[in-house]
């Protein structure tokens, strides 16, 4: 089984707001909480490449992206979403390093990441260091861990 990392096509932009809904969905959030979170998961065609969105596929399938955007010096690892049915089998890895190399190769120092709550144990792993907490983009009165991640120069 071999997975690979290229960028995100246009017409895959639906296919990729539903994974990040259905990766959400996997820690077990009702209803409400998914639909509070539509649209700040929702991704268009047109942003996939200014966002820098990039793929994992796996047997001709997508089972996660993720999004590295902003301008050097410091960017934002904005999204990072593995498919429910892929979660622990080291996808997310890869497409965290990938966003590192992207990162490096483009001359960024560090990257961000506002995690949500079930992921922050990932972050740390992959060397993210909390700096403090952010509001939520979609839910009032709910915050995020921000993490900052060094680039190796």
């Known amino acids: 089984m071999t997975i690979s990392i290229r960028p995100a096509q246009d017409e895959e932009a ?19 909480f998914l639909e509070a979170c539509r649209e700040e998961l929702t991704l268009t065609g047109q942003e996939l490449t200014s966002r820098r969105t990039a793929v994992a596929e796996r ?30 089998q080291g996808i997310g890895r890869l497409l965290f390093t990938h966003a590192v190399e992207t990162a490096q190769a483009l001359g960024f120092t560090r990257f961000s990441i ?17 700096v403090g907490r952010v509001p939520s983009g979609s839910i009032p009165g709910r915050s995020l861990t921000r993490y900052l991640r060094g680039i190796p120069g």
């Open 14 to 32: 639906a296919f990729l707001s539903d994974l990040a809904l259905r990766s959400k969905a996997h820690w077990g959030y009702d209803p409400a």
């Open 59 to 88: 047997d001709g399938s997508v089972v996660g992206f993720t999004t590295l955007e902003g301008e050097p010096p410091q960017g934002v690892l904005g999204m990072m979403f593995v498919d429910p049915d892929a979660i622990g």
């Open 114 to 130: 506002d995690a949500d709550p079930n992921a922050e144990p990932f972050y740390e792993a992959m060397g993210g260091i909390p």
